[in-house]
């Protein structure tokens, strides 16, 4: 079976949460260590400039994440771990993509969609504040994805768009340039949950309703004791059913502490009690983790080194990848290569070959891409006539072919002589 490639990216524009650290750190992590997969995982720093104007900000951020998943055990020996920002190539890789996508694909993208209905709600310029950045989002994001031909992509559902653009982008790319481009599918986890932030609602940087992943233990019970609940009181049995508290608690205890919780729950435990069981169980399993994670943040050194080393692999396959690339839509050297690849191309496409005989006439002939005769015409009187000749087939195709009757003699089969007649046609267009 041939190694599947994984890819996935994270924005550094925050400080990792627990919806993070289930939905996507974790499951990803694990993904990784599978010996079937490839797995290529970077910070997103290019695409922070989109949403944060604050270069402090932006560093931190790059820090904290990188931190959190080298915590979290993703195994830099193992995977590819690299900052975006360190593979120059992905920026030149934008442009070329750039240049195959349509304007009117990317007016459709949701997240500039979104902002373009709000102005518009608001009465203002449909434009209003919105940077090219935003609207080129999805081409910066099909260059991560294609540098390293992903064969999969793991991101959340608001994303999936995205990956068609990126498949749609690869396929305009290989249909004029060639086969280039692996065409990468979303790889969405249905299974995991999405986790409830402190007010009930999905745990989100917007809502500011989140739990940061790595804050001291006391500031994690803190946050936990402020997770919204009803007002009953201990005694009364509680619902589990649209419970925050115990969807977080699910998303970190076996089975059976599960379901030790719902017979707690329905006999009446009291909410204070139920926090305390949920920040327990929390703590047990970020402890370790976070015990990792405080080591690494006080040496960013050693952060920078690992990131320096991951680019130098992501490179060994982006430089000469971006070369070919290169090469591919033209951005070539002047002193070589010209001959040989438009000859190939040539080649492999019907041809007019156009010649003098001995009898002092001009001829020409069509052969097709493998070189077989399709047609062969009589003698000329000047190269001027036959070259006319030429130029009504290329134009009008298989129209031209009777009023030509007298000069021509076709060989081999109808249909592969219009076929190579219509491809001098289609040329044209
Ligand atoms: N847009 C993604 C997000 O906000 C982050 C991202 C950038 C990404 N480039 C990517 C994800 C490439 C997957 C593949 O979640």
């Known amino acids: 079976m041939k190694t599947q490639r994984v890819l996935t990216g994270i924005t550094t524009s925050g400080t990792p949460h627990l919806g993070n650290y289930v939905g996507a750190i974790r499951p990803t992590v694990r993904a990784s260590r599978l010996a079937e997969v490839e797995s290529f995982y970077f910070l997103a720093d290019y695409h922070a400039l989109i949403k944060v104007g604050e270069p402090a900000r932006v560093q931190r951020s790059t820090l904290e994440i990188a931190a959190t998943w080298l915590a979290c055990g993703?195994?830099?020996?193992?995977?590819?771990?690299?900052?975006q920002s360190d593979v120059p190539e992905i920026p030149e890789l934008t442009w070329l993509l750039t240049?195959?996508?349509?304007?009117?694909?990317?007016?459709?993208?949701?997240?500039?969609?979104?902002?373009?209905?709000?102005?518009t709600a608001a009465g203002e310029d449909p434009d209003a504040g919105v940077t090219?950045?935003?609207f080129m989002y999805p081409?910066?994001?099909?260059?991560?994805?294609?540098?390293?031909?992903?064969?999969?992509?793991?991101?959340?559902?608001?994303?999936?768009q995205h990956i068609e653009m990126a498949r749609d982008m690869a396929a305009s790319f290989n249909h004029?340039?060639?086969?280039?481009?692996?065409?990468?599918e979303a790889a969405i986890e249905d299974h995991v949950a999405t986790l409830p932030g402190l007010d009930g609602r999905k745990m989100s940087k917007s809502y500011d309703n989140t739990i940061p992943l790595f804050v001291p233990r006391e500031q994690l019970r803190k946050l936990i004791m402020g997770i919204l609940t009803d007002s009953r009181a201990p005694g009364e049995p509680k619902s589990t059913e649209g419970s925050a508290l115990f969807q977080l608690y699910q998303a970190f205890a076996s089975a059976e502490e599960t379901a030790a919780l719902a017979k707690a729950y329905a006999e009446g435990i009291a909410w204070g009690d139920a926090k305390q069981m949920l920040f327990e169980r929390l703590d047990h399993e970020i402890a370790p983790l976070r015990e990792v994670y405080d080591r690494l943040i006080q040496d960013p050194a050693q952060i920078e080194k690992t990131l320096k080393a991951g680019a130098q692999k992501a490179r060994a396959i982006a430089t000469p990848f971006t070369a070919r690339l290169r090469d591919a839509v033209g951005l070539r050297r002047l002193d070589s290569v010209v001959a040989t690849t438009t000859k190939a191309a040539r080649s492999a496409a019907p041809?007019?070959?156009?010649?003098?005989?001995?009898?002092?006439l001009f001829y020409f002939k069509l052969v097709d891409a493998g070189g077989q005769l399709l047609l062969q015409s009589t003698g000329f009187a000047s190269g001027k006539d036959a070259a006319q000749a030429i130029a009504r087939l290329q134009q009008q195709g298989s129209q031209a072919l009777a009023g030509l009757r007298d000069q021509l003699t076709t060989q081999g089969d109808a249909a592969a002589l219009d076929q190579a007649l219509a491809h001098f046609a289609a040329d044209k267009g």
């Open 99 to 119: 240049c195959v996508t349509g304007k009117g694909v990317l007016n459709r993208a949701h997240a500039y969609k979104a902002s373009v209905d709000k102005n």
């Open 132 to 134: 090219a950045g935003l």
């Open 351 to 360: 041809a007019f070959k156009q010649y003098r005989e001995s009898d002092g």
């Open 74 to 83: 993703l195994d830099p020996e193992r995977v590819t771990f690299y900052r």
């Open 176 to 184: 004029l340039y060639g086969e280039h481009f692996t065409l990468p």
């Open 139 to 160: 081409v910066l994001m099909a260059a991560d994805i294609l540098m390293f031909n992903a064969h999969q992509v793991p991101v959340g559902r608001d994303q999936i």
